[in-house]
């Protein structure tokens, strides 16, 4: 069975960093695509980073380029998502995904997190 786990969401400031984690088991990590999403209340949920396998290829939104950084370490089962310059409006719940691809389409991914709640104040 496959199980997906974040931590490291939290409430902070708007400029602050936060750094997600992802542990992942149940599956051959280093063989699947992982990805970040997030959704805020009565919309849908919206793509943030993902990364490739071997951790060499990553694509991000464009709402988060050159704030977020996405990473994996395969050794550990684990794929990060690090914010900076956090803003009021990346207040959401943030997902964790495997078994999709780094286009980053929720309908590609099978498996899911139960979500971190990041809430940034202004």
């Known amino acids: 069975q496959v199980q997906l786990v974040e931590s490291g969401g939290g409430l902070v400031q708007a400029g602050d960093s936060l750094r997600l984690s992802c542990e992942a088991s149940g599956l051959t990590f280093r063989r699947y695509d992982m990805a970040w999403f997030r959704q805020v209340p009565g919309k849908e949920r919206e793509f943030v980073a993902a990364?490739?396998?071997?951790?060499?290829?990553?694509n991000y939104a464009d709402s988060v380029k050159g704030r977020f950084t996405i990473s994996r370490d395969n050794a550990k089962n684990t794929v990060y998502l690090q914010m900076n310059n956090l803003k009021p409006e990346d207040t959401a719940v943030y997902y964790c995904?495997?078994?999709?691809?780094?286009?980053?389409?929720?309908?590609?991914?099978?498996?899911w997190g139960q979500g971190t709640q990041v809430v940034v104040s202004s």
């Open positions: 990364i490739i396998w071997s951790g060499t290829s990553t």
């Open positions: 995904a495997g078994g999709g691809n780094i286009r980053g389409r929720p309908a590609d991914f099978g498996s």
